[in-house]
């Protein structure tokens, strides 16, 4: 199925709420392993990893309940104060492409 990313209206204080959901990769040969070499995985895709595992920013960006999605809240919040914490910039809209990169899609 292919990757889908979801963004919703707003959960009504003002602040979008969008959601990037990725359909199941099977082994497209990005990033996997040749032989019994270890996998690759790109810095951003770790740093992505890390950032929605660290539960102190699930106020600004989360998985969703299927862990299938990545939820985005609060996106100036997010660029303030998360963003930047894991990657070189802080540009919401250059994550979300980075993303797109890896299969993710937004929906409204």
Do not use: C
């Not at 995985?41 to 600004?60: I, K, P, Q």
Request: aromatic share 8%; proline share 3%; glycine share 10%.
């Amino acid at each position: 199925s292919p990757a889908t990313t979801h963004a919703d209206e707003s959960d009504g204080d003002g602040a979008e709420d969008n959601s990037l959901e990725h359909g199941d990769s099977k082994g497209d040969g990005k990033g996997g392993s040749r032989g019994n070499k270890v996998p690759v995985t790109s810095r951003f895709l770790l740093n992505t990893y890390n950032m929605l595992e660290d539960h102190s920013n699930d106020e600004y960006v989360s998985w969703n309940e299927e862990g299938n999605a990545i939820l985005l809240h609060k996106l100036h919040h997010l660029s303030e104060m998360v963003l930047p914490k894991y990657f070189k910039h802080s540009n919401v809209s250059s994550f979300v492409r980075q993303l797109n990169m890896y299969g993710f899609t937004r929906h409204k």
